[in-house]
């Protein structure tokens, strides 16, 4: 009886013991902002959590080209870049809605690798640096008293000291915090659908193509393996016009540009259907909501011809995580690491994001395009200025 009443004890101690565990850092999310800000939390010994909705390895909506600025960092997480040979990419075509094509350098270059890939890769990484990993959990709020987060999943609540939120272009917690963006009527900035392929298909390995056709533009580029990445963008009411049928919408009107006409047609395609997202929004986006700082895609999102969302949200992780560390240091208080984080991101980014939008707002027009392609590239100086504005510095 006596070890009976011992072995209850034990039990009762850990359970105790895991209900009352408090985390240092949580993230809700695991794209490359999430994964990436929770390693640096574990190197750095702190308790961290992070809640994917997903189970890995998935593929995502994404071009899958990252910007040189982003590959000290990568490589600092421990993901091995320079093992896996990847296609390094220089230069960058762009063709007008009838497929004149315009040749540019890309003065910092990039490389191609799929999220597939990618991801998975910092999960595993993430794992061995002890993360608490949830897959498969969705949360379904936070709430925050008494200077603690706690956080609602299906199963299981969670407390922690600090949160972070990385759940994409767009999430159920979005819709139920009302934030600003996500109440906002149809317009010009947030009426976007993601199509995106895998593909084997003869193009340059230090290529980057955007090919433009009525309101919206495809990119394709080489990632791991020989594949090809193609994604593109466009507006919801452009597939209602075609019956809200992807193959009627690529039959007439992505195949008027006669380069894309020429994927389409030639192609080997490695889906059986293609990944889509809706509700894209490029909308102006809170760094803080709620006392949760938003990185990726969730603080703000960049125009996809820049091609630089990743680059952007692997560095915002960094900002939010040097915020984070000082406030657990007990250097900062929590309303100086919102202030402060907020400041630092608007002035690492809120340029690169107009200029985007500045861009984005010359394509999708036949006529329109065609002049702002002429222009910039009998102007090198421009184009070279307006392609290192989409760019940043190394960071770490």
């Given at each position: 009886?006596?070890?009976?009443?011992?072995?209850?004890?034990?039990?009762?101690?850990?359970?105790?013991?895991?209900?009352?565990?408090?985390?240092?850092?949580?993230?809700?999310?695991g794209?490359?902002?999430?994964?990436?800000?929770?390693?640096q939390?574990?190197?750095?010994?702190?308790?961290?959590?992070?809640?994917?909705?997903?189970?890995?390895?998935?593929?995502k909506?994404?071009?899958?080209y990252?910007?040189?600025?982003?590959?000290?960092?990568?490589?600092?997480?421990?993901?091995?870049?320079?093992?896996?040979n990847?296609?390094m990419?220089?230069?960058?075509?762009?063709s007008?809605?009838?497929g004149?094509?315009?040749?540019?350098?890309?003065?910092?270059?990039?490389?191609?690798?799929?999220r597939?890939?990618?991801?998975?890769?910092?999960?595993?990484?993430a794992?061995q640096?002890?993360?608490?990993?949830?897959?498969?959990?969705?949360?379904?709020?936070?709430?925050?008293?008494?200077?603690?987060?706690?956080?609602?999943?299906?199963?299981?609540?969670?407390?922690?000291?600090l949160?972070?939120?990385?759940?994409?272009?767009?999430?159920?917690l979005d819709?139920?915090?009302r934030?600003?963006?996500?109440?906002?009527?149809?317009?010009?900035?947030?009426n976007?659908i993601?199509?995106?392929?895998?593909?084997?298909?003869?193009?340059?390995?230090?290529?980057?193509?955007?090919?433009?056709?009525?309101?919206?533009?495809?990119?394709?580029?080489?990632?791991?393996?020989?594949?090809?990445?193609?994604?593109?963008?466009?507006?919801?009411?452009?597939?209602?016009?075609?019956?809200?049928?992807?193959?009627?919408?690529?039959?007439?009107?992505?195949?008027?540009?006669?380069a894309?006409?020429?994927?389409?047609?030639?192609?080997?395609?490695?889906?059986?259907?293609?990944?889509?997202?809706?509700?894209?929004?490029?909308?102006?986006?809170?760094?803080v909501?709620?006392?949760?700082?938003?990185?990726?895609?969730?603080?703000?999102?960049?125009?996809?011809?820049?091609?630089?969302?990743?680059?952007?949200?692997?560095?915002?992780?960094?900002?939010?995580?040097?915020?984070m560390k000082?406030?657990?240091?007990?250097?900062?208080t929590?309303?100086?690491?919102?202030?402060?984080?907020?400041?630092?991101?608007?002035?690492?980014?809120?340029?690169?994001?107009a200029?985007?939008?500045?861009?984005?707002s010359?394509?999708?027009?036949?006529?329109?395009?065609?002049?702002?392609?002429?222009?910039?590239?009998?102007?090198?100086?421009?184009?070279?200025?307006?392609?290192?504005?989409?760019?940043?510095?190394?960071?770490s």
């Amino acid at each position: 009886m006596g070890m009976g009443i011992q072995i209850f004890s034990a039990v009762k101690k850990i359970e105790l013991s895991e209900k009352d565990k408090i985390y240092d850092i949580a993230v809700i999310g695991g794209g490359l902002a999430g994964l990436t800000l929770a390693i640096q939390s574990a190197n750095a010994g702190y308790q961290t959590i992070l809640f994917e909705k997903e189970s890995y390895p998935f593929h995502k909506v994404c071009g899958e080209y990252i910007s040189m600025e982003s590959h000290d960092f990568l490589s600092q997480c421990g993901v091995p870049l320079q093992e896996w040979n990847l296609p390094m990419i220089s230069k960058l075509h762009i063709s007008d809605c009838e497929g004149k094509l315009y040749e540019f350098q890309l003065p910092l270059g990039g490389f191609g690798i799929s999220r597939f890939k990618l991801d998975n890769t910092l999960a595993t990484i993430a794992k061995q640096k002890q993360v608490e990993l949830c897959e498969e959990t969705k949360v379904e709020d936070v709430l925050f008293q008494n200077d603690l987060f706690t956080i609602d999943t299906k199963n299981k609540k969670y407390t922690t000291k600090l949160v972070a939120g990385s759940f994409g272009k767009r999430s159920n917690l979005d819709i139920k915090w009302r934030r600003r963006f996500s109440l906002k009527s149809k317009n010009r900035l947030n009426n976007y659908i993601g199509v995106k392929y895998h593909i084997k298909y003869d193009i340059a390995k230090d290529l980057i193509a955007l090919h433009n056709f009525q309101n919206g533009y495809c990119g394709i580029s080489k990632i791991e393996d020989d594949i090809c990445c193609v994604c593109y963008l466009t507006t919801t009411d452009q597939l209602s016009s075609a019956g809200n049928t992807i193959e009627k919408l690529e039959a007439t009107v992505l195949s008027k540009n006669k380069a894309l006409a020429d994927i389409f047609s030639k192609a080997q395609f490695l889906y059986e259907k293609p990944l889509t997202i809706a509700q894209i929004s490029f909308d102006q986006k809170k760094q803080v909501e709620n006392g949760i700082l938003m990185v990726g895609d969730a603080a703000g999102l960049i125009t996809p011809l820049c091609g630089n969302g990743m680059s952007m949200a692997m560095h915002a992780s960094s900002l939010a995580f040097q915020q984070m560390k000082l406030f657990l240091e007990g250097s900062i208080t929590r309303e100086q690491m919102e202030n402060q984080y907020s400041k630092a991101w608007k002035n690492q980014f809120s340029k690169r994001l107009a200029i985007g939008r500045l861009v984005q707002s010359f394509f999708g027009n036949p006529f329109v395009t065609r002049i702002f392609l002429s222009t910039i590239s009998k102007t090198p100086k421009l184009a070279n200025w307006l392609i290192r504005q989409t760019h940043g510095s190394s960071f770490s």
